[in-house]
């Protein structure tokens, strides 16, 4: 998911690691990345594409489908516009050669369902958090299954309007992401490492849709396309 180097992570993130992750001295961590749940350590650090694991094919897993059942929410994207992807769950945006080029680790283990354990992806960012709290969303994170083990990827589906569109767009080039227009939609990436590894953030906008992917020390190459042909297969 390469994209161009920023600045290490601010202190006001890396306490954030040492509280749910391996209780030492403070990380230096990313004000964008993964940083609220997934403490970093025992990663050998490599920040480029090659170094990530390339799909293969295996079986999806399950998870629950939200707005079925007795007193369930609406279903993710239900107040978008006609026409719009509207994934059902988080299974429905990945591939089986993408679930398979995670290895060992889990689409929404079970410990992220822990109090403040998941993700919030832009949280130190007004601009991304204010849209995103707007805004109807599908959280989707992939982590190892015993816990918090120093990699991690998670990506918000926020269904938004032309406004919100663009006022992310805005933002992100604003705050020196590289951007350029890919698979009918713009793509805005940004990436840096330090001792501990890389992290970095991908994003995607298209009709209506923002897809936000932040990721530490993990990530199997082409995880953002994979979404994107996903949500539209027509292409």
Same mark, same amino acid.
């Given at each position: ?43 050998? *650090?490599?920040?480029?594409?090659? $170094?990530? /694991?390339? +799909?293969?094919?295996?079986? !999806? =897993?399950? @998870? &629950?489908? *939200?707005?079925?059942?007795?007193? $369930?929410? /609406?279903? +993710?994207?239900?107040?978008? !516009? =006609?026409? @719009? &992807?509207? *994934? ?148």
């Amino acid at each position: 998911m390469g994209a161009a180097p920023t600045p290490a992570p601010p202190p006001a993130k890396r306490r954030l690691w040492v509280i749910i992750g391996v209780l030492a001295a403070v990380l230096a961590v990313s004000a964008i990345l993964v940083g609220v749940f997934w403490p970093r350590g025992g990663v050998n *650090p490599v920040a480029t594409e090659a $170094a990530r /694991p390339t +799909p293969s094919a295996t079986v !999806a =897993p399950t @998870t &629950p489908v *939200p707005g079925t059942g007795a007193g $369930a929410t /609406p279903a +993710p994207g239900s107040s978008a !516009a =006609p026409g @719009t &992807p509207q *994934p059902a769950s988080c299974d429905d945006l990945y591939s089986a050669e993408m679930v398979a080029a995670f290895g060992r680790m889990e689409l929404n283990p079970a410990w992220l369902d822990e109090l403040d354990n998941d993700m919030k992806i832009g949280e130190d960012d007004p601009v991304q958090q204010g849209v995103i709290d707007a805004n109807d969303s599908l959280l989707c994170q992939w982590g190892m299954p015993e816990g918090p083990s120093g990699a991690g990827v998670s990506t918000v589906v926020v269904w938004v309007d032309a406004e919100d569109s663009a006022t992310i767009q805005a933002h992100l080039a604003d705050r020196g992401d590289s951007c350029s227009e890919q698979q009918g939609g713009l793509r805005c990436t940004t990436e840096g490492s330090n001792d501990e590894g890389y992290f970095g953030e991908s994003h995607f906008l298209r009709d209506g849709i923002w897809v936000a992917t932040e990721y530490s020390n993990a990530g199997p190459e082409g995880y953002t396309l994979d979404i994107v042909n996903n949500l539209w297969p027509e292409g």
